[in-house]
């Protein structure tokens, strides 16, 4: 018997008047969503009043366009669970996907943590991606001056930009370039898109690609970007350079992007899987707080043909998954962090210390095993 399709959740965030509202609204009428379940904090915060046709209960109501919207009563856990139990009992239609809008001030590494690790969430549904909206107009203001902002972009798979209708003539246009090059250097892996003639679809923002339920593999070459993020560290320094010559920006040293960077690794050589759950346990003990984001394809030694893909926020990793086969046959690890204050040095030295003990024969570091499925 097949086990049932988890249902996909995507968080959408974005600091405070990014166009979350707005964006939300031109979603709800997509049919891409028609049968999907939207989880907000306030009806009041977000104008869908002449979308509502029925009110199931004082919590659920369903749209126009047929897709359920919910708020969050009390704890977000709670409240996924509850509509999730409601779904397999015919309490409510049958919602193909769950699109969750956090508030503007919201640090979403709580809500990932959430997903990635209640039991009969991770059961049920699967975390699909993160879209961060990003104001185009007052983005870099908001990014030098909220540390909250920083991290809702660094930790995206989509990155919307929004408001781009009020940049105009050459100083809007140099913001434009301003705000971009900021974006790709806090996040070169994220897809970025634009609400500018209806660039920002539905189809677009949320099939990312994360997790394929029916392949049981990731869709590798959607999410890292490993390419991007190389040219990313390469240009780095001549950017930033580039910018404060020609906006002579003086950052708040405590929010300045340089405290948050991204950086790729690959290794040729396998690691072994007692090595591999050594190397994640001892990364999220010591970095947690600070490894914003990791994803990554690994060579283990114990089935060169399939490698292992790792994803994790902060000290929470989702399950490790064997993919069937490398996407795109080549065997080398290949992983990409987003981080905040540590060395890109200290993951290499780290990595390379489990790596050297395969290359030299070395005996297994313990007896358990890694769970890869």
Known sequence: ?????????????????????????????????????????????????????????????ELSSGCLCCTIRGDLIDTLNSLLDRRSAGELKAFDRIVIETTGLADPAPVLHALMRDERLLARSRLEGVITLVDGFNGMATLDTHAEAVKQVAMADRIVLTKLDLLTGREG??????????????????????THRGEATAERLFNTGLYDTAKKSLDVQNWLSIE??????????????????????????????????????????????????????????????????????????????????IHGVQHVLHPPVRLASWPDGKHETRMVFIVKDIPKEAIEGLFKAFTDQIAGGAAAFTDKTLSLG
């Open 1 to 61: 018997m097949t086990a049932p399709a988890l249902i996909p959740v995507s968080v959408i965030t974005g600091f405070l008047g990014a166009g979350k509202t707005t964006l939300l609204n031109t979603l709800l009428k997509d049919p891409f969503l028609s049968n999907a379940c939207v989880v907000i904090n306030e009806f009041g915060e977000v104008g869908i009043d002449h979308l509502l046709v029925e009110k199931s209960d004082e919590s659920v109501v």
């Open 173 to 194: 246009e140099d913001t434009l370039f301003a705000i971009i090059a900021r974006l790709r250097k806090l996040n070169p892996s994220a897809r970025l898109l634009t």
């Open 228 to 309: 991007g993020v190389e040219r990313a560290e390469k240009s780095a320094h001549s950017r930033q350079h580039h910018h404060d010559d020609h906006h002579h920006h003086h950052h708040d040293v405590s929010r300045h992007d340089e405290h948050i960077r991204s950086f790729a690794m690959r290794d040729e050589r396998p690691i072994s899987p007692q090595g591999l759950e050594l190397f994640l346990e001892l990364l999220t003990s010591y970095h947690g707080p600070n490894l914003l984001r990791m994803k990554g394809i690994v060579f283990v030694s114990d089935d060169p043909e399939r490698p292992v893909a």
